[in-house]
């Protein structure tokens, strides 16, 4: 069943423009002048129910704004919009109970309250009855292995446990539809992983649509079957996500830690050095050669090793070097 559908989505910014100096400041106040920007250009999206999307795309591309016209925050400036059969922006009680949006740099929680008095708020929030709410609860809560923070001041809890609850304040109601804007931002790779499998459970055994934006590219390709690539509010890639990065990844980031001064060997296949200190090395290579790199410095007993996916920019570089047939 389709439970996001738009064609020729379209979202206009009217932005004052103001001129340089005290004397532009003094014509703006007589006259106004106006710039349009385009954030979303023209846009035709459909994601089936119990899809796992990821929506990525550099700085300003219009992520946001797209999800915004999505939830109903803002209207759109022409085009259609239908979501689990709404028109978001009318924001209907009834709409409104069946999706929930959670943002890594904003918080949703109440945090002079405990995480227990915060969820019984959000309980009342959605209106759920006393048994609906406690099987909830008590199933997130062991989901999460929270059982130990119930009774904690939110404003206490560490990132990654404050992650933890926004998503259950967030769950509870059990909505149709999930909006995730950068969920593991600042985590470390212990916790990101860890909300990564959760979010993958929710997805597998709820059959919980969710929308996933975030920067990094590990979370992308560790969850979202399907990639949505956004650029200067045009979609320029829509599809699977493993194509997406077999075809544009060219490059892999390793990063070695050790606990001794430590000399890199020579290496002989093609690799970039892009930080050296006795203690640490951070190497760009082709991806085919991660595996020989890992190989060859596993022998110098590192004490630990990060492998990173490119940044989305060079990406989006690259589906427009190639050719934009990314399309599907
Ligand atoms: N309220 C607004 N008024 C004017 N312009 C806006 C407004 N909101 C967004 N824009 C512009 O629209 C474009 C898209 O912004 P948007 O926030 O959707 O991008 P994004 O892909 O979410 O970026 P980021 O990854 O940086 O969060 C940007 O150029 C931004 O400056």
Same mark, same amino acid.
């Given at each position: 069943?389709?439970?996001?559908?738009?064609?020729?989505?379209?979202?206009?910014?009217?932005?004052?423009?103001?001129?340089?100096?005290?004397?532009?400041?003094?014509?703006?106040?007589? %006259?106004?002048?106006?710039?349009?920007?385009?954030?979303?250009?023209?846009?035709?999206?459909?994601?089936?129910?119990?899809?796992?999307?990821?929506?990525?795309?550099?700085?300003?591309?219009?992520?946001?704004?797209?999800? %915004?016209?999505?939830?109903?925050?803002?209207?759109?400036?022409?085009?259609?919009?239908?979501?689990?059969?709404?028109?978001?922006?009318?924001?209907?009680?009834?709409?409104?109970?069946?999706?929930?949006?959670?943002?890594?740099? %904003?918080?949703?929680?109440?945090?002079?309250?405990?995480?227990?008095?915060?969820?019984?708020?959000? %309980?009342?929030?959605?209106?759920?009855?006393?048994?609906?709410?406690?099987?909830?609860?008590?199933?997130?809560?062991?989901?999460?292995?929270?059982?130990?923070?119930?009774?904690?001041?939110?404003?206490?809890?560490?990132?990654?446990?404050?992650?933890?609850?926004?998503?259950?304040?967030?769950?509870?109601?059990?909505?149709?539809?999930?909006?995730?804007?950068?969920?593991?931002?600042?985590?470390?790779?212990?916790?990101?992983?860890?909300?990564?499998?959760?979010?993958?459970?929710?997805?597998?055994?709820?059959?919980?649509?969710?929308?996933?934006?975030?920067?990094?590219?590990?979370?992308?390709?560790?969850?979202?079957?399907?990639?949505?690539?956004?650029?200067?509010?045009?979609?320029?890639?829509?599809?699977?996500?493993?194509?997406?990065?077999?075809?544009?990844?060219?490059?892999?980031?390793?990063?070695?830690?050790?606990?001794?001064?430590?000399?890199?060997?020579?290496?002989?296949?093609?690799?970039?050095?892009?930080?050296?200190?006795?203690?640490?090395?951070?190497?760009?290579?082709?991806?085919?050669?991660?595996?020989?790199?890992?190989?060859?410095?596993?022998?110098?007993?590192?004490?630990?090793?990060?492998?990173?996916?490119?940044?989305?920019?060079?990406?989006?570089?690259?589906?427009?070097?190639?050719?934009?047939?990314?399309?599907?």
């Amino acid at each position: 069943m389709e439970i996001i559908k738009t064609a020729g989505l379209t979202k206009n910014f009217k932005r004052f423009k103001k001129q340089a100096g005290m004397i532009g400041s003094i014509k703006g106040l007589i %006259k106004r002048e106006y710039e349009e920007k385009q954030a979303v250009g023209n846009l035709d999206l459909t994601i089936q129910e119990g899809e796992f999307v990821g929506l990525i795309g550099p700085n300003g591309a219009g992520k946001t704004t797209l999800v %915004k016209m999505l939830t109903g925050i803002i209207a759109p400036t022409s085009g259609s919009v239908s979501v689990l059969g709404y028109y978001p922006n009318d924001l209907e009680h009834e709409f409104k109970q069946q999706y929930a949006v959670v943002m890594g740099q %904003k918080s949703q929680l109440f945090f002079e309250l405990t995480v227990e008095d915060t969820l019984r708020l959000f %309980k009342e929030i959605y209106g759920l009855p006393e048994e609906e709410y406690k099987s909830s609860r008590d199933y997130f809560v062991k989901l999460f292995q929270v059982q130990d923070l119930m009774h904690v001041q939110v404003r206490t809890l560490s990132l990654g446990e404050r992650m933890k609850m926004e998503l259950i304040a967030a769950l509870l109601h059990n909505p149709k539809i999930i909006f995730l804007d950068e969920p593991t931002i600042g985590l470390d790779a212990v916790a990101s992983k860890q909300i990564r499998g959760f979010l993958a459970d929710i997805n597998e055994r709820r059959g919980t649509t969710i929308i996933l934006t975030s920067h990094y590219m590990e979370d992308i390709k560790a969850l979202c079957k399907r990639s949505i690539v956004i650029n200067h509010g045009c979609k320029i890639y829509d599809g699977d996500t493993e194509k997406l990065f077999e075809r544009f990844q060219k490059f892999k980031k390793v990063t070695f830690t050790f606990s001794e001064p430590t000399l890199l060997p020579n290496l002989d296949f093609e690799a970039r050095i892009l930080e050296q200190t006795p203690y640490k090395k951070v190497i760009m290579v082709p991806k085919e050669n991660a595996a020989g790199l890992l190989r060859e410095l596993m022998n110098l007993l590192p004490t630990d090793i990060t492998v990173e996916e490119e940044e989305i920019g060079t990406i989006v570089e690259r589906i427009y070097q190639e050719g934009g047939d990314g399309l599907a």
